[in-house]
Structures are given as structure tokens and as C-alpha cells.
């Protein structure tokens, strides 16, 4: 940010939105053009807040026209009923998750979320037993069902 304002990367960044949204929002004319022309073009803090009013009334279920309407002082917001279906979330409320698939046998996967949990090599080799042991009992320790065949194959010989 200089000393004029916001251009409009650090003002997508401010808010957690992309630069296209920034420049629809002043398309639909829910946000001021920016001040200045040319490359000297930039946003101040009076933009940055009413970027902030406009995802508030979003999250709380206004449409854009509705939200035009009250920033233009034609309305009050009126109280609206939260939606009973999620409503999509900017990128800045967003959380990053790393899934990671562990394979316990034919047809059984365990999931989680690798960067809530951090289990070590020795607790998923741990886990991955017990797991099998449960949906397949004739499975081997390490839930590998190529090595009870292997020993199957031996015992029979």
C-alpha cells in the first residue's frame, strides 16, 4: 500500500477476494470506481469499507440489488433470515485442508485431514491393523492381503 491508497491486488488481498470480484462490485456499481486515472489509479480506505459493508450483507442473505438498495440509502437492512443452504464463502473464510488416503485392504480407505492430524509411519501402521481386523479378520498384521496369500501359499506347499 503507498501512501495514496490500494491498488486493486492489495485491496482483493485486504478483503480476501480476487481482483475480478473487486472489479465487478464497481461494474455493478456496489463499490466507487477507483480514484485517479491511468496506472495512477487506487482505491482508499473508504473503498476498503464499503467492500466490508457488501460481504456483510452477502453472508446475511442479500442479493446485490438489495445490497445497492441499502448502500444507497434507499432502505434499512431489513433482518433477514439466514439461508438455510450454505452460502458461498469468500476465499479470505476458506481453510486450507491436505486429505490423505490410506489404503487398509480391498475395498476400506481411511481419510483425514493430514494437516489437523500428523499421526507418525509406526501409528498408521498401528491403525491400519486394527482397522482390518475388523473389516477383514483373516487379514495379516500390517493389513496387507498379499502377505496372507503369500503365507497361505506356503503353508499349503
Do not use: C
Not at 434507499?74 to 458461498?88: L, M
Not at 485442508?97 to 498401528?126: C, I, K, M, N, Y
Amino acid at each position: 500500500m503507498n501512501a495514496e491508497g490500494f491498488n486493486v491486488g492489495e485491496l482483493a488481498d485486504a478483503v480476501g477476494l480476487t481482483r475480478r470480484a473487486i472489479r465487478f462490485y464497481v461494474q455493478q456499481r456496489l463499490l466507487p470506481a477507483p480514484l485517479g486515472r491511468g496506472r495512477g489509479r487506487h482505491y482508499d480506505h473508504s473503498h476498503l469499507e464499503r467492500l466490508r459493508r457488501v460481504m456483510e450483507l452477502q453472508v446475511a442473505g442479500h442479493s446485490l440489488d438489495a445490497i445497492r438498495r441499502i448502500l444507497d440509502g434507499g432502505a434499512e437492512a431489513p433482518s433477514v433470515t439466514p439461508p438455510t443452504k450454505p452460502t458461498r464463502q469468500r476465499r479470505a473464510l476458506m481453510s486450507a485442508e491436505l486429505w490423505t488416503r490410506l489404503r487398509v485392504g480391498p475395498g476400506v480407505e481411511l481419510h483425514f485431514d493430514a494437516a489437523a492430524h500428523s499421526p507418525t509411519a509406526e501409528q498408521l501402521l498401528e491403525l491400519r491393523s486394527a482397522i482390518a481386523s475388523v473389516f477383514r479378520p483373516d487379514l495379516s498384521a500390517t493389513g496387507d492381503q498379499d502377505n496372507s496369500k503369500a503365507q497361505e501359499g506356503d503353508a499349503r506347499e
